[in-house]
């Protein structure tokens, strides 16, 4: 089955403590994608990636970093946690541009 | 600076045909997109307009209007299922922006 997986799907952790949210893909899609979802704000971009090595900031980078190494896996990282990055995160891919993003069921992340 | 409006609430009853329209105004644009998500799931496609006009799909259709930064979302014999929220997103050469999203409540 095509499909974005993410994981964990839930996790509390407590400030400054480093985490590694995994995203893969089995679309074979180039262009990969972060994304933080809060009450009333919508979705927003964190990092994006065109292909492997290839990564950019997207609306909202700050307190994150990724990496693309290959091209089924896009992993978001909190070097250093803090509660205003407790959220609903979505990982999203498409086949060449974000034109039609297939999205991972989320990872909802508490940060005390 | 770079924002999408799309009003927060729109209310239908079954069987009936609802409009959510998005108004853009982003530095660049590549095409206007839309996705539904359901309470604790995850965002869907449901069209995307690269270039003015029509798209249809079924039951939904999608309207791009470039020279007015303006699209919407019709959604047509509105079923129970389609209570969701809803999301304009503009296409801004890969980095992508997200409208607040739109609840939509169908009552039968």
């Known amino acids: 089955e095509a499909q974005v997986t993410q994981n964990p799907r839930y996790l509390i952790t407590v400030t400054g403590k480093k985490l590694t949210v995994t995203c893969s893909q089995n679309?074979?899609?180039?262009?990969m994608s972060w994304y933080r979802q809060d009450p009333g704000l919508g979705l927003r971009q964190i990092y994006y990636?065109?292909?492997?090595?290839?990564?950019d900031k997207g609306d909202v980078p700050e307190g994150y970093k990724v990496s693309r190494k290959e091209k089924r896996n896009f992993p978001l990282i909190l070097e250093s946690p803090s509660p205003n990055q407790t959220s609903l995160y979505f990982c999203a891919s498409s086949r060449q541009e974000a034109n039609v993003l297939t999205f991972g069921a989320g990872s909802r992340l508490t940060v005390l | 600076g770079q924002s999408l409006e799309q009003p927060s609430e729109v209310t239908a009853v079954e069987g009936a045909i609802v409009q959510i329209n998005c108004t853009y105004q982003?530095?660049?644009?590549?095409?206007l997109s839309w996705y539904q998500q359901h309470d604790g799931g995850a965002p869907t496609f449901l069209s995307y307009?690269?270039?003015?006009g029509l798209e249809e799909t079924g039951r939904f259709s999608s309207f791009l209007s470039r020279s007015d930064s303006y699209g919407y979302l019709l959604l047509q014999e509105l079923q129970m299922k389609d209570s969701a929220s809803y999301f304009c997103?503009?296409?801004?050469?890969?980095?992508?922006?997200f409208g607040a999203g739109t609840r939509l409540t169908v009552k039968p």
């Open positions: 990636s065109m292909n492997v090595e290839v990564t």
């Open positions: 997103a503009v296409n801004n050469n890969n980095d992508m922006r």
């Open positions: 307009n690269g270039l003015d």
């Open positions: 982003t530095s660049g644009f590549y095409g």
């Open positions: 679309m074979n899609h180039e262009y």
